[in-house]
């Protein structure tokens, strides 16, 4: 399979790069192919002429995009639009990855795919209308994911990891719930989705819950570090974006397609504690 890959410097990106080592990858930089611009997108995707386009590229920072609404609009938005009209014209399967910040998180039970949207911020409020431009496309996958982190890239591990190695002391939100899921598990399971065609949206995060605090807690004590850590509300640390206070996502359609790749969040965070970038072997 041919697949191009979006944001190729982004966390996702990397791990799809090292595991689709089986299908010839295709992961221009982003100075070629910027989602900002349709012509890069339409000149890149007919060039390529994949049989799949990744859309790992997105406007991730959830609090600037209150601030940079346009941006987040044009990247999470309209460029999927674009790269939609692009597969269309080359019969290309288009796999977009989502979030679990397309629902308000009132919710008290998994969220299922056809439950109600309504995103409470300008971040889930673009990714929503970028689920709309993909499903443009005939072959279309929407992948929903939440809370991705890995060994490497920008995320919430590598955040409490140097936060604790500067001893500094650390008060996590304890009440916000949803799923941590690894970069390199979500890559797996698009790799056997788009090799066997899965269609449609999709929910694909990792099993389990937790909070934040509870993922803090979880990764200090696999690790065996001491941190000040402690608990806090979401209303004690104040954030420009609003977050859904429950976002976890029902996997059983996932389950109905075919394998399912996702561990339970607890199995995943060991794989990746293992990985030789955080064992010091590297
Ligand atoms: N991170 C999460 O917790 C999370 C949760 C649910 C869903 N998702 C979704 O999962 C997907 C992958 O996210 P991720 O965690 O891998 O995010 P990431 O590490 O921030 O990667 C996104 C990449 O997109 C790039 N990008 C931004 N503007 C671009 C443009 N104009 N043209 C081309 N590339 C551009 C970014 O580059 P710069 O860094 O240079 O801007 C970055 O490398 C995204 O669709 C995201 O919305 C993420």
Request: glycine share 6%; hydrophobic share 40%.
């Amino acid at each position: 399979m041919k697949a191009l890959v979006t944001g190729a410097s982004g966390q996702l990106a990397l791990a799809i790069r090292r595991t689709w080592t089986a299908h010839e990858l295709v992961l221009p930089e982003e100075s070629i192919l910027d989602l900002s611009r349709e012509e890069a997108i339409r000149e890149v995707v007919a060039s390529v002429h994949p049989e799949v386009v990744l859309n790992c590229g997105a406007f991730t920072q959830v609090d600037r995009c209150e601030s940079e609404a346009e941006l987040a609009q044009l990247i999470n938005a309209t460029a999927v639009g674009w790269l939609a009209e692009a597969c269309e014209a080359q019969k290309a399967l288009l796999v977009q990855v989502s979030t679990d910040y397309v629902f308000d998180g009132t919710g008290t039970r998994p969220y299922r795919e056809d439950d109600a949207t309504n995103p409470v911020s300008v971040y889930g409020r673009t990714k929503l209308e970028g689920e709309r431009q993909a499903a443009r496309c005939s072959r279309h996958l929407i992948a929903r994911t939440s809370w991705l982190y890995d060994a490497w890239g920008k995320n919430f591990l590598a955040t409490m990891l140097n936060a604790a190695a500067q001893g500094r002391n650390l008060r996590v939100v304890d009440d916000q719930r949803g799923a941590p899921t690894t970069c390199r598990a979500l890559a797996r399971q698009l790799k056997v989705a788009a090799e066997e065609g899965w269609q449609g949206l999709v929910h694909t995060t990792c099993a389990g819950e937790t909070t934040w605090h509870g993922f803090a807690k979880a990764i200090f004590e696999a690790k065996g570090i001491a941190a000040n850590l402690s608990p806090c509300s979401t209303a004690d640390y104040p954030t420009p974006a609003k977050r859904p206070a429950y976002s976890v996502l029902d996997g059983a359609r996932r389950r109905s397609l075919g394998p399912d790749l996702m561990p339970h969040w607890h199995e995943a965070l060991a794989e990746v504690l293992a990985h030789p970038e955080l064992t010091g072997e590297a």
